[in-house]
């Protein structure tokens, strides 16, 4: 397939979704694995209720952290999870694949980078050189 080609602005097709939607799946329970952890090993004695709390109510409770210390040990690993979601969320609702910006398909070869990007790459671009100056 010619680079042209691969680059253009398409509908994914439903395989291609499948196989996103999947490798998206397969990252939050890995994340989600390592943000337990993550918890499990920063938590000292006085927050052990914090981790009783998430292992009960799992996305919910990490919403609770956002006041504590243990929240930093995992902010980045949080905010993933959220794109994640995000991203599955819109592929339930079948808007997956658009562009936020210009409504425009993103490049399925920049998805499957990165499949929970919600711009375009021109989009992505303008938004990053405006926001540098
Ligand atoms: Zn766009």
């Known amino acids: 397939m010619p680079a042209r080609d691969k680059d253009k602005r398409r509908a994914l097709t439903e395989e291609e979704l499948n196989e996103i939607k999947n490798r998206l799946l397969l990252r939050k329970e890995e994340l989600w694995k390592e943000i337990m952890e993550d918890i ?3 938590a000292g004695e006085e927050h052990q209720n914090l981790v009783q709390l998430v292992r009960d109510h799992g ?6 952290l956002r006041e504590s ?4 040990l ?5 905010q993933e999870l ?3 979601e995000q991203a599955l969320n819109r592929i339930e609702k079948g808007a ?11 490049q399925p070869a920049r998805l499957q980078v990165m499949p929970h990007v ?3 790459r ?6 990053e050189k405006t926001s540098s100056i």
């Open 74 to 78: 995992i902010e980045l690993k949080h």
């Open 118 to 120: 919600v711009r375009c």
């Open 40 to 42: 499990e090993e920063g």
């Open 96 to 106: 997956y694949g658009r562009c936020q910006s210009c409504g425009g398909w993103i």
């Open 69 to 72: 210390t243990l929240f930093s």
């Open 122 to 127: 021109n989009c992505q671009e303008k938004l």
């Open 82 to 84: 959220q794109s994640i």
């Open 59 to 64: 996305d919910d409770a990490l919403e609770e």
